[in-house]
């Protein structure tokens, strides 16, 4: 497989069979609190898909060219957070100055990212598969837009049945989790379609 | 063992130490906008440092646009033309017309100066400073109303017309953290510029008159701003039909107090509204003005009179009340001011009688 | 559950001193969102809906403005009173407009009892579903306004 397809490969793979939200249930908190209607997912998505595309590979750097030369592997956790948090923080002023309307549409999400977990599992999943350089960009941008492609999806639903009735119990949280899980079931319909590893 | 514990506390010390440096860096050259310059109605330009709000930005120039909510955008009173300041935020929209986003008209508590800044302002909100005053004598005008006397310090006088109000300012006290505005008619003609007198009636659970009820006193420093407002006597010759209810006394009395030492004779009646005699104040100062207004008379009414309260004068609805003694309204104007369905009704009742609608003036800035 | 960044910034325009005096939470420390669920659930058990609740809380708000802040008379057995204050207050939910302070008192000579809100609490009622926290002086108990305005299911 020359090297273009396996990279559209592992994409594919980040943003269907593999996706961080419906496979691997990473990133479940905004997810549930913040996707009851299109246009805020879409901003919080896009935010996602900016922050995991950028970080994820820094994170590689910062693995592959400093902790592991240095015999500091163990510090990978603390590590990616920090880089994380820098990153989301730096994003913030970056929006802030350049647009008042993003800033104002996207802001509030942006301090929410750097907790969601998601972005750390992307980096961490990045080590423990050993993805190259390359294979590292194709899995944070496709991971990112996997997650908002879920949100949406989630929000295009939740949007759709708001006026329905449903069974006392399940609002909220228990019809957002059933959702959630007929779609990963949906996905799962990929297979087929594996990353190399 | 300690070289390796060692390294690793060093290189993540030092990673986060590279990182916080370069968020102080970004944060220095992206979050500061340096010196901007306001160019206001094409005439006045202010310089001022970039970064903040229009609203107090302008505030902390000593020009004041009415705001209610402090600039939390919950009023929508600070609209302002901002000819280069690019588009409304989704927390304006609600509040602007279609036609004033189109001639860019923003609420200046939500538009941030980045760079220099073409306004218009309206004429009048030149004129609305803040002020500086001290509590000189806090009266009680009935059970529930006080009258509220302050002495100007810092400017120590105002300009303004008769029936125009003021923003109070009720700072952080007991269960409240941030300062709030709330609006009130001056009671005392504008010839006295050192002093103004506001009443103030008491409403359970509310900010400011719970501040002013319980907790100010006499020797208090109190911030207002303003004057603020339309409701002021048209000039002409029609006579004037005026109805008020509880605290809606406190323009009209303005205004008449301004027309007796103006000397200004038209033809007025000022008919005001009370539940029973524990409602109705000032009765003797405004009956008094009959003698110093020619043509003017005063018509208390009482809604509810007590028979304790043993009372000769005119009962009712003060709307039914007026409706009695005026069957032609078609010359006159009128001056409302109270609540809403009072206010509803009178224009009822005035346009039923052949008042045109144009000529029925209220104190609406509820 | 933790609730969404939304709610949490109306939750902080409820506490005392934003709005009015004491607020619209009372001594209530549940998030807003689980105080929302329960009266839901009450509302729901009584076999009504918010706006049922509002719409006859404003019906009473209608007639009683008639009198001008005097109390009158409304049908089978009822006395209202509606009366205002100057000045508008913005709705806790951050979206625009400003309602005036009026207040609508319905005594229900039948029983006995008597309810008193204003026109924002109408809103909150029939369109946010909220009757303010426990321990609020100006909580308003679905139960009670149903039992005093006599509100019936209409189906």
Redesign the interface.
């Known amino acids: 497989m020359n090297p273009f397809t396996a990279w559209f490969a592992l994409f594919f793979a980040a943003v269907f069979t593999q996706n961080i939200l419906l496979t691997n249930y990473l990133g479940m908190?905004p997810f549930?609190?913040?996707s009851?209607e299109i246009k805020t997912s879409f901003g919080l998505g896009a935010a996602v898909v900016f922050v995991m595309t950028f970080t994820t590979p820094l994170n590689w750097i910062?693995y592959h060219r400093?902790?592991i030369p240095?015999?500091?592997e163990?510090?990978g956790l603390?590590?990616f957070i920090?880089?994380i948090a820098?990153f989301t923080?730096?994003i913030e002023?970056?929006i802030?100055?350049v647009s008042?309307?993003l800033y104002?549409?996207l802001g509030?999400f942006l301090p929410?990212i750097t907790v969601n977990c998601a972005i750390l599992g992307a980096s961490l999943f990045m080590v423990a598969r050993s993805y190259t350089f390359l294979q590292t960009t194709a899995y944070g941008f496709g991971g990112g837009l996997g997650w908002m492609l879920a949100i949406l999806a989630m929000a295009g639903i939740r949007q759709r049945i708001a006026k329905n009735r449903l069974p006392?119990g399940l609002e909220?949280?228990g019809i957002a989790l059933i959702i959630a899980g007929l779609m990963a079931m949906a996905f799962t319909g990929f297979t087929g379609i594996t990353a190399p590893s | 063992m300690l070289n390796e514990f060692l390294l690793g506390v060093g290189v993540v010390t030092g990673l986060n130490a590279f990182l916080a440096l370069l968020l102080v860096l970004a944060e220095r050259t992206l979050s500061h906008y340096g010196p901007c310059t306001l160019t206001i109605n094409d005439e006045k330009k202010l310089v001022v440092p970039g970064g903040q709000d229009l609203l107090s930005t302008l505030k902390r120039e000593g020009l004041f646009i009415p705001s209610a909510c402090g600039g939390r955008g919950s009023c929508g009173l600070c609209k302002v033309t901002v000819l280069d300041g690019g588009d409304p935020l989704a927390t304006e929209i609600p509040w602007l017309k279609p036609e004033e986003i189109a001639r860019h008209v923003r609420l200046a508590c939500q538009v941030r100066i980045k760079h220099d800044l073409r306004l218009q302002l309206p004429r009048e909100w030149f004129a609305i400073r803040q002020f500086q005053a001290t509590v000189v004598s806090i009266r009680d005008l009935t059970h529930d109303i006080k009258e509220l006397r302050l002495r100007l310090v810092d400017p120590p006088e105002i300009e303004f017309q008769a029936g125009q109000f003021i923003q109070l300012e009720v700072p952080p006290y007991e269960l409240t953290d941030e300062p709030v505005y709330r609006a009130y008619s001056i009671s005392s003609p504008p010839s006295n510029r050192r002093e103004i007198e506001l009443e103030i009636r008491y409403v359970p659970n509310g900010l400011c008159t719970t501040w002013v009820h319980r907790h100010l006193n006499v020797g208090d420093p109190v911030t207002f701003n303003g004057p603020y407002g339309q409701f002021v006597l048209r000039p002409g010759n029609r006579p004037i039909i005026a109805i008020a209810g509880g605290s809606g006394m406190a323009p009209l009395k303005a205004i008449f107090l301004d027309m007796a030492e103006k000397g200004i004779a038209r033809s007025a009646r000022y008919f005001f509204g009370a539940r029973s005699r524990r409602d109705l104040f000032l009765v003797e100062e405004m009956k008094a003005l009959e003698t110093r207004i020619p043509g003017f008379q005063f018509i208390p009414a009482l809604s509810n009179p007590l028979p304790e309260d043993r009372w000769e004068g005119e009962t009712g609805l003060i709307t039914e009340v007026a409706a009695r003694h005026v069957p032609d309204a078609s010359g006159a104007e009128a001056y409302l001011c109270g609540s809403s369905f009072l206010i509803k009704a009178a224009i009822a009742m005035l346009t039923e009688r052949g008042m045109p609608r144009e000529r029925i003036y209220f104190d609406d800035f509820g | 559950m933790k609730q969404s960044p939304e709610l949490q910034k109306i939750q902080e325009a409820m506490r005392p001193g934003r709005l009015t005096k004491t607020g619209f939470l009372g001594s209530d420390s549940r998030p807003l969102a689980d105080i929302l669920a329960e009266d839901e659930a009450t509302v729901a058990r009584l076999g009504l809906t918010h706006a049922a609740i509002a719409t006859r809380m404003a019906y009473f708000r209608e007639k009683g403005e008639a009198g001008l802040g005097l109390a009158v008379d409304v049908p089978p057995h009822f006395e209202v009173r509606v009366d205002g204050v100057r000045g508008r207050l913005p709705c806790p939910f951050a979206h625009p407009g400003l309602y005036p302070k009026i207040f609508c008192q319905v005594h229900n000579q039948k029983t006995g009892e008597t309810v008193t809100y204003s026109d924002l609490q109408i809103h909150l009622i029939g369109d946010h579903g909220f009757y303010e926290g426990r321990g609020s002086p100006y909580r308003l108990e679905p139960e009670t306004l149903v039992q005093v305005l006599e509100i019936t299911p209409e189906e």
């Open positions: 908190c549930l609190g913040a009851r910062l400093l902790l240095l015999g500091l163990y510090l603390i590590v920090c880089l820098a923080q730096l002023l970056v802030e100055r008042d309307a104002a549409s509030i929410l006392r909220g949280a």
